[in-house]
């Protein structure tokens, strides 16, 4: 999980690379490797963001230990951006700012980008095994995701050679020209890593939570619902993994959030009242590989939001439609 504005990646520390890569002994579980090292692997570095003329650093640590996973990631730009998370339990922290205190939802976010269910990404892409190459020092795997379709996005990632941490990660388009970048500069995998951030029991973290004015995020925040929105046009291998009722950020009343995935790209749609929005800007707009389509549907605020090329985010759009409830 990130916060806004402390997004990641730049290209970084690469080595020369050979013309001929040592072929490794099963992909799928090399990937299967990959997709877990991320959340069993005690590492610490500063990586950077890259996306456009946008540059921004960042720097995480992870540690695993008998209490489950710790993180803490730290905006290295501008004032206090910085969030710490116990297994799905976060803490944000914003200038002086706590801002609050809660159970994650659920997103992947670097150096953690692969799914568990690695079969799915084979469904959507062809995964062929590229150069092998240096990141940050170490020694890594480089693996290609290249789409079956024109509808998503290729992509390209740099694993360390013995954990499997993923080092780099690009977003490529139709001419493999870079859209947006992650990648460590520096890193520690294993070791002696600081660890006094980490409270020593579950207690100590809701002592902490008190201590510093942090308070639960309510129970409701997010529904499972039925909500009758229809979306026709989803690219195909896209599969809806949750529709919810949830309050956003300076919202006052709740949200209708639609999820796919593919394994890799991700795409929501979101369904609000009008005088709900505190930007009602029509139309298309852009981020790195993210899209952003916003347009009013049946009196709705409708914006679609997908790392998709703009032309997938606009037949997602376009499709979408209130088909109403099973019961009306």
């Known amino acids: 999980m990130l916060l806004k504005g402390v997004l990641p990646g730049v290209l970084l520390l690469l080595g020369t690379t050979s013309a001929m890569a040592d072929p490794l002994l099963d992909d799928v579980d090399w990937l299967r490797t990959m997709a877990f090292a991320a ?4 590492y610490s570095g500063v990586f ?4 456009g003329g946008r540059v921004e650093m960042s720097r995480i640590t992870h540690l695993i230990d008998q209490q489950g996973e710790h993180e803490r990631l730290q905006g290295l730009e501008g004032a206090r951006r910085e969030i710490i998370r116990h297994n799905d339990r976060v803490w944000m922290y914003m200038g002086d700012r ?9 997103r992947r976010t670097f150096p953690a980008l692969l799914p568990e269910q690695i079969l799915t990404l084979k469904e959507n892409y062809v995964v062929t095994q590229e150069e092998e190459d240096r990141v940050a020092d170490y020694h890594v795997h480089t693996i290609r995701f290249q789409p079956k379709d024109t509808m998503r996005y290729a992509r390209k990632m740099w694993a360390h050679s013995d954990s499997g941490l993923l080092l780099k990660a690009v977003v490529l388009d139709e001419r493999n020209k870079v ?3 992650y990648a460590f500069s520096q890193l520690q995998i294993g070791g002696n890593i600081d660890r006094k951030w980490i409270p020593d029991s579950e207690l100590d973290t809701e002592e902490l939570a008190v201590k510093e004015h942090l308070s639960p995020l309510p129970q409701a925040n997010v529904e499972s619902v039925s909500s009758g929105w229809q979306v026709d046009g989803v690219p195909t291998g896209f599969k809806k993994i949750a529709e919810m009722r949830r309050i956003l950020a300076h919202r006052e009343s709740p ?6 995935s593919d394994g ?3 795409l929501s749609i979101f ?3 009008p005088g709900e929005v505190d930007h009602p800007h029509l139309g298309l707009s852009s981020r790195g590989a993210v899209h952003v389509y916003r347009k009013l549907i049946d009196g709705m605020y409708v ?3 997908g790392e998709l090329p703009p032309r997938s985010v606009l037949q997602v759009a376009e499709s979408v439609r209130y088909a109403g409830r099973p019961h009306e």
């Open 255 to 260: 949200v209708v959030q639609l999820v796919y």
């Open 264 to 266: 890799l790209a991700a």
């Open 271 to 273: 369904i609000e009242q």
């Open 98 to 106: 706590k801002v609050r205190f809660g159970k994650r939802h659920v």
């Open 48 to 51: 950077v963001y890259q996306a």
């Open 179 to 181: 859209i947006e970048q």
């Open 303 to 305: 914006t679609v939001v």
């Open 39 to 42: 959340h069993q692997t005690n």
